[in-house]
């Protein structure tokens, strides 16, 4: 009897690869374990098994694999139902969804490998534009093969780029084969065994009297012994007693001390043992939990709507709690930019050390160790907090999962595949465990409010804010009109100006909301009209004054700004639109002795580069907050009594038909930070058109009237939650064969699926590092079958793909693109 193995391997094939094993393989091998199997000329991958079996492939002759990775399963078959569920609901490959759903460390390949470095702070304006690419691939997969990096910068001979990229700490190398994950230990002290008799240790002391510093040593590491019962670092023992490495190390050598090693989880939670009791929840809440508990017995996926500030999360935390008392697993999900410190430590006084994180600014070690402590049923990962990828963890006994803000559309993983939706995957995987699911948001998508007012999912509210605070006071202000009269104070109205004045005085925090960072979006001449573009992509430079730079914010390009006009050479150059930085710029004339801070994706990176900001804002260092979205989500501030939208109609005029829908979120959510305690917070949202319908259901907190009409809306237009959409997004360099390429492909679909296929269309933005894009949208009605349509798309591709000039065109699919 021969025998064989089908391996998913972590590329995008269309097919699982079959490798022949011996008897005792078969005997030993299981699914989910992991083999280094051999691919293509000399390639070794890691695969993983999906199942044993004795059918001979037809096609090819099965080679055997290089070795078995591991003694036990690392993933379930629960995980394999749901990864294949997201290929084929998404549209990719399983490989894809294996790729991206472990961690980096799993996937180890034979060859040089290239790591992101998480430790390293990297300062990104000090890249060149080739180290740029690379460090930016590498946001997006958390290992690059050698030739991965010569096909990014377009090079054969990459050892410059790489030894650079060494030196500025962004990346680091791997040649090892199938490289072991190292716990980290940590090094303890205790006493020597010879010296733990009482008279020993007096003729000890007596002994060191002459040596004071070893004396010193000896003497802390009792007071430590004696205020706690836990062992002791030896880095703890350094700094109590003020005694050196050197003089430990001696006392080690006279086996006065002793060392020992004991293995330590990176991700532990270093705070109090005994947790503080749940908070009890008021009749609004307990109301909420309520109907929740109802709907959960009635096995329905169920929407938690609560204003801001209503106690959500104190109702999440009672439901939590039910669940481990049950001894099953529960996963909080939130978007990665919600994910912060407040919020975790919130978590972790409530339950201590069941609590574990996991998003991806941690490093590839930590998540490994994460990984590890589900798949072993831990005690201390019984809870698992973390953005999207969490939910690939190796749960074998969910009992709940809530999706916090579910509206947010960062749970839409966008590149590379899997592009998964991360709440709706959540649901999948809360089917297959029979587990309980709560999606939670003050500003639910119009799908979800649709499927519980239909009552496919469970419904249940809380319309006020915790401890009777009022909802924010928001008023409008007709920017057009002040600038007419000329109240403008740069960006500032008069109404917004005085406003900061008067809480300043009142010695309260203010929020300032503008969505574009940098400095200007756009700089042009005023004698000739040129404005500087990226070289790469078609859009305009964006001005960072800091800097003094422009820079493309879709592929990382930058240029200093030049003095005058590279078109006609005039010192005429003015820029147009504002960014945060000129907000900010301008709060530094208007209010000089306020306190001003920035929170963008430019201040914030590196690991607790966002942390910092909100620590400090939260203890008061400063006065005002200047951000982008980035300052909407999951932030509670006692002191703010003030928020204010710079301007709102740069979210009103997005070419996309959730651009309304989003912008009464973020602006609600915004707005939701101001007055969470006591007094009533005020929001003023500036905009030349304060007449619009969002803006107005937005300052009466008219979630219903935005719901109905932007249900109507897609209704009339064919779009979710009344159609489901594909978007098809076509690349190639070149800009003649991509549109016969896409002419094609349309042409196709159409003749096909007949009249709702909508483009070939280029996006606003249609090349970005110079690959020219263009998309197909393809509608599908309730009436018609989903997976048909699917199918029916791939057929296409397939005869695409066979055309010879079209196979170098990239096709990307979107499922339930938004
Ligand atoms: P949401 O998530 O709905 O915006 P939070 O859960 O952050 O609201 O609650 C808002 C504030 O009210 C928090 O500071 C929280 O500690 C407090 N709070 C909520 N519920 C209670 C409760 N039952 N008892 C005491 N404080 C509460
Ligand atoms: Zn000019
Ligand atoms: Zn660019």
Redesign the pocket.
């Known amino acids: 009897m021969q025998y064989f193995i089908d391996v998913i391997l972590p590329i995008p094939l269309e097919k699982l690869f079959t490798y022949s094993i011996s008897g005792t393989e078969a005997e030993f091998l299981r699914p989910g374990m992991r083999v280094g199997v051999p691919f293509g000329k000399s390639k070794i991958y890691t695969g993983l098994v999906h199942n044993v079996h004795n059918n001979k492939p037809e096609i090819y002759e099965a080679k055997e694999i290089d070795r078995i990775l591991d003694e036990h399963p690392i993933i379930n078959t629960i995980q394999l139902k749901h990864w294949q569920w997201i290929a084929d609901y998404y549209m990719c490959t399983i490989g894809e969804v294996f790729r991206s759903a472990v961690p980096g460390a799993f996937l180890l390949e034979s060859e040089t490998l290239i790591l992101r470095n998480d430790e390293g702070d990297v300062d990104e304006s000090k890249l060149e534009d080739d180290e740029f690419l690379v460090y930016e691939a590498l946001q997006h997969q958390a290992l690059l093969k050698v030739q991965e990096v010569s096909a990014i910068i377009d090079r054969k001979n990459i050892l410059p780029v790489l030894n650079r990229l060494i030196e500025k700490n962004v990346i680091l190398l791997k040649e090892e084969m199938y490289e072991q994950y190292k716990p980290k230990l940590v090094r303890y002290v205790k006493l020597g065994k010879d010296y733990l008799e009482e008279e020993k240790l007096e003729a000890l002391l007596n002994d060191l009297s002459r040596a004071p510093k070893q004396s010193q040593v000896v003497l802390s590491l009792f007071q430590i012994q004696a205020t706690n019962k836990k062992p002791i670092k030896v880095t703890e023992l350094e700094q109590a007693s003020g005694g050196s490495k050197a003089v430990i190390k001696s006392l080690v050598k006279k086996e006065i001390l002793e060392e020992y090693f004991v293995r330590t989880d990176r991700v532990s939670y270093d705070g109090e043992e005994e947790n503080y009791d749940l908070?009890?929840?008021?009749e609004y809440?307990k109301k909420a939990f309520e109907d929740v508990s109802k709907s959960f017995a009635e096995d329905k996926v169920t929407l938690l709507h609560?204003?801001?500030?209503?106690?959500?999360?104190?109702?999440?935390v009672k439901l939590i709690e039910e669940c481990i008392q049950k001894g099953k697993q529960a996963l909080y999900l939130l978007p990665e930019i919600a994910l912060t410190t407040q919020?975790i430590s919130?978590l972790q006084e409530y339950f201590g050390e069941k609590v574990s994180v996991y998003h991806s600014k941690y490093s590839v070690q930590e998540r490994v160790e994460v990984w590890n402590n589900v798949l072993a049923k831990k005690d201390k990962a019984q809870i698992v907090i973390g953005a999207r990828s969490a939910l690939f963890l190796p749960y074998s006994d969910l009992g709940l999962i809530v999706v916090?803000e579910e509206h947010e559309s960062s749970f839409k993983q966008f590149d590379p595949a899997p592009r998964y939706h991360a709440r709706d995957a959540a649901i999948v995987l809360a089917k297959l465990h029979n587990s309980n699911i709560l999606l939670?948001s003050?500003t639910p998508s119009v799908e979800t409010f649709y499927n519980a007012k239909t009552g496919k999912y469970g419904y249940a509210s809380?319309t006020r804010?915790?401890?009777n605070v009022l909802m924010p006071d928001i008023e409008l202000v007709d920017i057009k009109e002040q600038s007419r009269k000329r109240r403008m104070k740069g960006h500032f109205s008069e109404r917004l100006f005085l406003a900061i004045q008067e809480a300043l005085d009142a010695g309260e925090q203010v929020i300032l909301f503008q969505n574009r960072r940098g400095y200007a979006p756009i700089v042009e001449c005023s004698t000739c009209g040129h404005s500087p573009q990226c070289p790469n992509c078609d859009v305009s430079l964006t001005y960072h004054q800091y800097k003094k730079q422009l820079r493309c914010h879709y592929c990382g390009y930058h240029m200093a700004l030049q003095e005058s006009c590279q078109a006609c050479g005039s010192h005429t150059l003015d820029t147009k639109g504002f960014g945060t930085e000129q907000v900010e710029k301008e709060l530094e004339t208007l209010f000089p002795d306020a306190k001003t801070w920035r929170m963008d994706l430019d201040t914030t990176r590196g690991k607790h580069g966002y942390e910092k900001i909100i620590t400090a804002f939260e203890q008061q260092e400063m006065d005002i907050l200047v951000g982008t979205q980035m300052l909407t989500k999951?932030l509670?501030f006692?002191n703010v009594s003030l928020v204010g939208i710079m301007n709102a109609d740069s979210l009103l005029n997005f070419p996309d038909y959730r651009a309304h829908e989003r912008c009464f979120q973020l602006l609600t959510q915004v707005a939701?930070r101001a007055g969470?305690?006591k007094k009533r917070g005020k929001v003023l949202i500036q905009s030349y058109n304060p007449y619009h319908q969002i803006l107005q259901q937005v300052s009466t907190h008219d979630y219903d009237t935005m719901f109905k009409e932007q249900l109507y809306e897609r209704e009339q237009y064919k779009y979710p939650p009344s159609n489901r959409i594909i978007k098809i997004t076509f690349k190639h360099k070149e800009y003649n064969k991509l549109n016969e390429a896409t002419e094609w492909f349309a042409k196709a679909l159409r003749t096909t699926l007949g009249g709702n296929v909508l483009g070939p269309e280029y996006p606003p933005v249609a090349r970005v590092r110079n690959q020219f894009l263009k998309n197909v949208l393809i509608k599908i009605p309730h009436a018609q079958s989903v997976v048909k349509t699917k199918a029916a798309i791939k057929k296409i591709e397939k005869s695409f793909n066979s055309v010879s000039q079209f196979r170098s065109v990239r096709v990307i699919y979107n499922v339930d693109h938004i």
């Open positions: 908070k009890d929840l008021n809440q609560g204003v801001t500030s209503s106690g959500k999360t104190e109702v999440y919020l919130r916090d939670g003050a809380i804010r915790f401890g999951g509670d006692r939701g969470r305690t």
